[in-house]
């Protein structure tokens, strides 16, 4: 096929091939044509086509001719590999070669290849079949070898496939006229098997024209076939990590062929009907299987890097291992016994390391140093066995095989830290190796006890007890295994002898700190044992009696320095002692049996000489408990005592030779009053400004010594600092340096001002506050200020102030190097930059707090104007927080009338930092100072830093008007200058509104839901005026948007006949809602939820108006209502409550639309035309109208008489007709009939009915006879709707009765054979009611329809059900739809507490869906067959069955169809999950409720 074949290739071919092929070769050099070129079948027959047409019999002479030309020159091997071209080629090869009947138009192949081939077999004396197969093998062989790329390989190539289909479909007209046999076909690849793709190999196999089984068995020797499949596996692995288009291809083939080998090697029955002999099969499958773990073992062991073509290998082998790759056969037990023999040849796969190499080794093989590979094929074998499986599988190996310690613990370790009752197991495992040890003195039992016990140590405590533990459990009491006899004793002792040369130090710390507990006259042994294990520890070079009291036993690392320890132990005993009054035990047995470190190390660390306290603390008294107790030696108490003399004395001896006040110098925290003392000498002197940086290192010094800092503490980057805003924490100690600190920077800075301006103090301000940005020391000091400024900001002196606010400036300074702060509540945990925290700590909402804040600001923007005035804006603009800036803008705006004046630039203002460092600082005049200055004027005008229309309302939201520094008319008149002469006025690009009142309103709407949605509106006073959202501050606001909201109804209408625009409010809304997450979790339900109360609750303050808008006078038009019949449609439907909205929204509407209607030239026309286009576009406006027609009746009748003296249109008549029919069908007096739409009458009724709260309305069913069919189907939905409300609704308490409504409803239905079952199939692409009735239900009661129909199973018509073609389809679906909410948590909605009893005679989820699935098992055998013809369609979109099943149509259609076909009913089936579960937990029971499913694929062979 345009490939040269080498001698090799052309020997293969058989033998009339290749005398075909010469012959052909011959023909085509004697050619005479044009220069020796080969002449093509049209250029022949182009001389000929207007010859004159032959009569019959010269027909058929010339067409026998040209068939026995055909015949003689006819190569088999290449006709086998044509490829059909288009259509229109071969018609006139057709009809040349095609005498057998028209039959033979429509497959060329098995008209030719199949006459060709019995004569060539005629010819040669064969079989056809034989041929055949001959034929098609050589064609498979030229088809792999038609690819040019390096070998090996076992995937084709694109036009290779398109040619094997070819050869394929061939194969299979022969197979169809018995003219192919398999087993010479099988020969004939068996000669060629190293040309043979996988892939060709895979393709029979799926194709069913040679199974792989069938061409296995078909070679005679065993071991070939292994090695063969084998090396090809390999590298069919190789090819499916590696990045092709073949991917997909490559891991189908691996599935089957994996599949194929663990069903012949693994099964129990062996099939007695194959053509050899089953064990072969099964030898070979096998064989096939171990060599393949056998490599991936090996290049694991060989250390295979990450990434590399052999690591990607070995994952694709090991992923064969995952579970839902069985599902088809995981009815059988073959996955289950494979995964068995899995794990055997695991464990002993190279068993070369001996028990001692295992107790030296086995901490390397812990789970985090196992390799992921390994312990990822662990985890996918725990899948399949259960862990009483795994255990027993374990436990056989090891007492029955030598095995891979390595690998035996690896997996031990696994089994601990990923199965949740391991511990329980493994502690029973080793007690029973334990007991059997014990009891016949078995050593390999007592090795396997130990090892398995320390490796799950090595794991933690929270997967396994210490390993001291554990030790202290099994021989730490009399009840231990080795109590019952002495020789049980010298076992135990001989046994930990003989490991002491190979034990960790650990381990025989352990030993020698918690011995066994034994009887005194076998104390000896005991102490033999001791003896040996300190020799073994000196030899080590690690010492038993330095070992801490509190030191960590229970890894196996290396020992630490007792010095390490001392510090911790005397911390730990005083905690202890703290919290029981008495010695702690470690301490007492240390005195007694670690005399040399109880003396050497723990009593020095304890006994450290101190100042006393004139109050003993814990230290104190646990020392003097233990002096009592003769637990510390006299000459020691003696010499501490004095030291601690001599420590106090000190102060008073050097007092003579240094000026400085006892009382400073008592402590560390003296010694850095001191530093400070003596920089502010420094600073207020200029001529001492050099020696600032010797001075704040001493600084330095002394604040690490008074804190007890570690060297490297300087460094400030590291985790974020976490600050509670709220509640603020400080220790006792850290609050007495950070008030040191703080008081010194503030004393200092007022001190340095009255000598010089900031701007020439030197750098000391900035030195002073890198040093308190020390990491251990920068929280405690935010803290503080959090305190300070949020907690206690109005009992702040003028100088605190002034101090705090240059502090913030010089943090702001040295940002870059300082970590996030995450502020918790009010503000959401995110990080924020230190300047920014400011922000937080100096809210406005009261006039003290605004007056504080002030203060601040005035006090921050002056040093820092006046601090960097010669450096550059960017330094300066760097320095402070853009909110610090924006509120100094908003309260100077507020407070002083003056500055909404246009500022003068002609007077510069002097700087006002010189009235701020005096005792009675001005803050008004300063802050007027500061807002006058030049340069302030510039900073307050840059992009970032001016105050916005935005966040002048965010702020404004936060005022409390009842503490307010402004009056109600005060504050009334600031926001009308605001809004009308400052915002509305300015360009957007300063932060306005450009005049446009559209968009003041739209930003304030999205200003005030932020902000009710956010915590700061949450965090005010319990008394304060709440209007939207339970938000405080904001009925001012609010108040401007209705006032503004007026202004824009009354503004002039747009010119033109252009279709007016909807209204700005909705534009909101919608773009905020399509910003929230959707979904049906209950995050997400209840954020949109709280989203849509706030913009219903701001609609409900606006004019009604906005809801409807008004049609144009100069046509007959309706409202323009499609805004809010979208909101309703697509965000308010979903929160309704049984099918209808609230009153106040729905009276509301009703109100726009009278007003709307009122200014129309005819109002009757209006409302109807927007009321009928409500039947089709927001049906739920009119339902919930009809909810609540009693209290909206009175209100609509009156409002209509004032706009007409016409009766009520015809629309809003029919509603009211409605009412009283639904009325009417509940009193003595027989019904009307129908008067509107019957979907209508029926929500009226249901909205009746409910609120008669009868027990039963039969009775009132029966007086519908005569009404039609549709109103009782609709009632139907409607009750439906009710049952589900009642069960969603906490406060619902008539569930039963919903449900005693439903099922006489369905009654009746039943009673009168009217179908209902459509109710259960609507979709959005039903036309007419079908999309109706979905807009009158939410989203989430759509979806639990599925509970709504089996909650009726006991009331259902089976019989008469059976008969409807319907009912298979809508039942199969309603149980998968069941499933999938059951699975994915949604059924728990409806089975809530506050429902308590009377969900309870309904059942839970699972009694729901277990009566369902007998439900569909019982139903099933009994449908027509006509019912099973839609049925296929079911699956392909519900998402239960994919869950558990690959492919839910073909699963459901078997299922279906064999209940179908039999007729006949099936056993009861289990409750085992399906194959392919993969819950884990409690989902794996809801996932067992899938045994219907499970079972009835097995039943049909899935």
Not at 18 to 23: D, E, F, K, L
Not at 139 to 168: H, N
Request: with cysteine.
């Amino acid at each position: 096929m345009g490939r040269q074949r080498g001698p090799e290739a052309e020997r293969r071919r058989p033998w009339f091939v290749r005398n075909m092929s010469a012959s052909r070769a011959r023909g085509a050099t004697s050619d005479p044509g044009h220069g020796g070129r080969r002449r093509a079948w049209v250029e022949l027959l182009a001389g000929r086509v207007k010859r004159q047409q032959l009569g019959p019999e010269g027909e058929q002479k010339v067409r026998g001719s040209a068939v026995r030309l055909l015949r003689s020159h006819l190569n088999l091997g290449d006709l086998v590999l044509e490829v059909d071209g288009p259509p229109r080629e071969p018609l006139c090869l057709r009809r040349l070669i095609d005498c057998d009947g028209p039959g033979a138009h429509t497959d060329l192949s098995s008209s030719l290849i199949g006459s060709a081939l019995r004569d060539q077999a005629a010819r040669l004396g064969v079989p056809a079949a034989v041929l055949s197969s001959q034929v098609v093998a050589s064609g498979l062989v030229q088809v792999c070898e038609a690819d040019a790329g390096p070998p090996p390989k076992v995937l084709m190539m694109p036009d290779q496939r398109k040619k094997l289909s070819s050869l394929f479909e061939i194969a299979q007209n022969l197979l169809a006229q018995s003219m192919f046999s398999r087993l010479s076909f099988c020969q004939e690849l068996w000669k060629v098997q190293n040309s043979l793709l996988l892939e060709a190999v895979w393709h029979l196999h799926v194709q069913n024209i040679v199974s792989l089984q069938e061409l296995l068995e078909s070679h005679a020797d065993s071991q070939a076939v292994v090695a063969w499949l084998s090396r090809d596996l390999r590298l069919l692995c190789e090819q499916t990590e590696a990045p092709c288009q073949h991917a997909d291809v490559a891991r189908a083939m691996l599935s089957d062929f994996v599949q194929m080998l663990v069903l012949r090697g693994f099964q129990k029955n062996v099939d007695v009907r194959g053509t050899v002999e089953p064990e072969w099969m099964s030898q070979v499958a096998v064989a096939v299987l171990e060599r393949m773990l056998a490599s991936a073992l090996e290049a694991l062991a060989a250390g295979i890097q990450e990434g590399s073509a052999a690591h990607k290998a070995v994952s694709c082998w090991f992923s064969v291992f995952s579970g839902h790759m069985y599902r088809s056969i995981i009815s059988t037990e073959s996955p289950k016994r494979f995964f068995c023999h899995t794990l055997t040849q695991i464990l002993t796969y190279k068993p070369v390391l001996k028990v001692s190499d295992a107790v030296q080794m086995q901490r390397e093989w812990s789970f985090a140093r196992t390799p992921p590979l390994l312990s990822g094929l662990y985890r996918r074998l725990f899948v399949i066995l259960s862990p009483e499986e795994l255990v027993g599988c374990l436990q056989e190996v090891l007492e029955t095989r030598e095995v891979n310690w390595q690998h035996v613990l690896s997996c031990v370790s696994t089994l601990v830290i990923c199965l949740p009752d391991a511990q329980q197991l493994v502690n029973g495992w080793v007690s029973r190796l334990l007991a059997h040890a014990f009891e016949s003195c078995d050593l390999d039992s007592m090795v396997l006890a130990f090892l398995v016990a320390r490796q799950a140590a090595l794991e933690g405590p929270a997967a396994f007890p210490s390993y001291a533990a554990w030790f202290q459990a099994a021989f730490g009491s009399a009840r231990g295994y080795h109590s019952c006899s002495k020789k049980a004793l010298v076992f135990l002792f001989k046994f930990l002898s003989d490991l002491v040369p190979f034990e960790a130090p650990r381990y025989l710390q352990v030993h020698v700190l918690h011995p066994p507990l034994v009887p005194s006259k076998y104390r000896a042994l005991l102490t033999d044992y001791v003896a040996l294990a300190r020799t073994r520890l000196a030899d080590l070079k690690v010492s038993i009696e330095n070992m801490g009291l509190y030191e960590d036993l229970s890894s196996a690392g290396d020992v630490t320095e007792p010095h390490r320890q001392t510090s911790q132990d005397v911390e730990k005993a005083i905690m202890v002692f703290e919290h029981t009054g008495k010695i702690p035990a470690a301490v007492l047995e240390a005195s007694i049996f670690r005399r040399s470190y109880y003396l050497s190390h723990f009593l020095p660390a304890l006994l450290t000489p101190r100042v006393l306290p004139r109050v003993p603390d814990s230290r104190a008294v646990l020392i003097e408990s233990l002096r009592r107790a003769e637990k510390i030696p006299p000459s020691l108490y003696s010499t501490y005592r004095q030291a601690c003399s001599t420590v106090r004395e000190k102060p008073e001896d050097a007092a003579s030779r240094r000026e400085v006040e006892p009382s400073c110098a008592e402590e560390p925290l003296g010694l850095l009053t001191t530093a400070l003392r003596e920089l502010r000498a420094s600073v207020t002197d200029p001529t001492q400004h050099d020696a600032l940086s010797a001075q704040m290192a001493v600084i330095s010094e002394q604040l690490r010594s008074a804190l007890g800092l570690s060297e490297d503490d300087s460094d400030v980057e590291g985790a974020p600092v976490q600050l509670s805003v709220r509640a603020p924490e400080l220790q006792p100690w850290e609050q007495r340096v950070v008030d040191l600190l703080l008081t010194s920077f503030c004393q200092n800075l007022m001190a340095a001002s009255s000598v010089a301006p900031p701007d020439r103090q030197g750098p000391w301000a900035a030195h002073f506050v890198r040093t308190l940005c020390r990491r251990r020391l920068l929280p405690a000091l935010l803290s503080r200020l959090c305190q300070l400024l949020r907690h206690q900001g109005p009992s702040l002196s003028a100088s605190h102030v002034v101090g705090l606010a240059a502090l913030a400036v010089h943090l702001g300074e040295s940002r870059s190097a300082l970590p996030e702060v995450h502020v918790r509540p009010p503000t959401p945990a995110r990080g924020l930059p230190v300047p920014e925290l400011f922000d937080i700590l100096l809210p406005c909402r009261t006039q003290e707090s605004s007056a504080l804040c002030l203060k601040f600001c005035t006090a921050a923007i002056s040093y820092s104007l006046c601090k960097f005035s010669s450096q550059s804006r960017d330094i300066l603009y760097s320095c402070l927080s853009p909110g610090l800036i924006k509120k100094f803008q908003f309260i100077v705006f507020r407070w002083f009338s003056e500055a909404r004046d246009p500022p003068s630039w002609e007077d510069p203002a002097s700087s006002p930092w010189r009235p701020l460092c005096l005792p009675s600082a001005d803050w008004r005049r300063a802050a007027l100072c500061l807002w006058k200055q030049r340069t302030s004027r510039e900073l307050l005008q840059r992009e970032g830093l001016r105050l916005t229309y935005r966040d002048w309302l965010q702020l404004e939201l936060e005022i409390q008007p009842e503490v307010d520094s402004l009056s109600d008319t005060e504050r009334r008149d600031f926001h009308q200058w605001a809004i009308h002469q400052h915002f509305l006025p300015a360009p957007s690009a300063t932060g306005g509104c450009d005049g446009d009142l559209e968009v003041a309103c739209a930003t304030l709407v999205d200003v005030l839901m932020d902000f009710c949605q956010s915590s700061r509106s949450y965090d005010h006073s319990e008394n304060s005026d709440l209007v939207v959202g339970g938000c405080t501050g904001n009925r001012d606001i609010f108040s401007r948007l209705q006032e503004m909201a007026a202004d824009l109804e009354q503004g002039p209408a747009p010119l033109g006949h252009a279709a007016p625009r909807g209204h700005f409010l909705f534009g909101v809304f919608c773009r905020r809602l399509q910003a929230l997450a959707r979904g049906w979790d209950v995050a997400s339900r209840l954020q949109r939820q709280r989203e849509l109360l706030m913009c219903k609750r701001i609609l409900l303050g606006l004019p009604p108006s906005v809801l409807v808008g008004s049609p144009r006078l100069e046509q007959l038009a309706a409202p323009d209502c499609n805004d809010f019949f979208h909101l309703v449609n697509s965000e308010l439907r979903n929160f309704s409550h049984d099918g209808a909205l609230t009153h106040d929204i729905t009276a509301h509407f009703f109100r726009g639309l009278l007003n709307a209607c009122s200014r129309s030239r005819d109002p009757s026309l209006a409302a109807d035309l927007t009321l009928t286009a409500c039947q089709t576009q927001c049906p739920l406006l009119l339902t919930s109208a009809l909810l609540w027609w009693p209290h909206l009746e009175p209100e609509l009748h009156h409002r209509w008489r004032r706009c007409s003296q016409s009766p009520l249109p015809a629309e809003l008549r029919r509603l009211q007709e409605a009412q009283h029919f639904a009325a009417s069908v509940l009193s003595p007096l027989a019904a009307p009939s129908t008067p509107g739409p019957a979907w209508l009458c029926a929500a009226a009724l249901h909205f009746v009915i409910r609120r008669a709260g009868k027990e039963s309305i039969r009775q009132e069913l029966g007086q519908l006879d005569g009404q039609g069919e549709e109103l009782l189907v609709f009632l139907f939905f409607f009750s439906l709707m009710g049952l589900l409300s009642s069960h969603l609704t906490p406060q619902a308490v008539g569930s039963l009765k919903a449900l005693d409504v439903c099922a006489e409803v369905l009654g009746c239905l039943q009673r009168k054979r009217i179908s209902w079952l459509p109710l259960f199939q609507l979709t959005e692409a039903d036309a007419g009611l079908g999309r109706t009735l979905l807009r009158l239900a939410p989203d989430h009661q759509v979806r639990l329809l599925p509970v709504a129909f089996y909650s009726l199973l006991s009331y259902f018509d089976k019989d008469a059900l059976l008969q409807e073609d319907a009912f298979l389809h809508v039942a199969v679906n309603m149980y998968l739809k069941l499933v999938g909410l059951f699975v994915a948590g949604e059924t728990g909605a409806v089975w809530t507490p506050a429902h308590g009893g009377e969900l309870q005679a309904q059942g839970d989820p699972v009694s729901l869906i277990t009566n369902a699935r007998l439900f569909l098992l019982q139903s099933i055998p009994r449908c027509p067959k006509r019912s099973f013809s839609d049925v296929a369609e079911v699956t392909p979109t519900c998402s239960p069955c994919c869950l558990v099943f690959k492919s839910p149509s073909l699963f459901t259609v078997r299922v279906l169809n064999t209940f179908g076909k039999t007729g006949t009913r099936r056993p009861a089936l289990g409750l085992s999950p399906g194959p392919g579960c993969v819950f884990g937990g409690h989902w794996a029971a809801r996932a067992q409720h899938t045994g219907f499913l499970a079972a009835a694929g097995r039943e049909c062979g899935l």
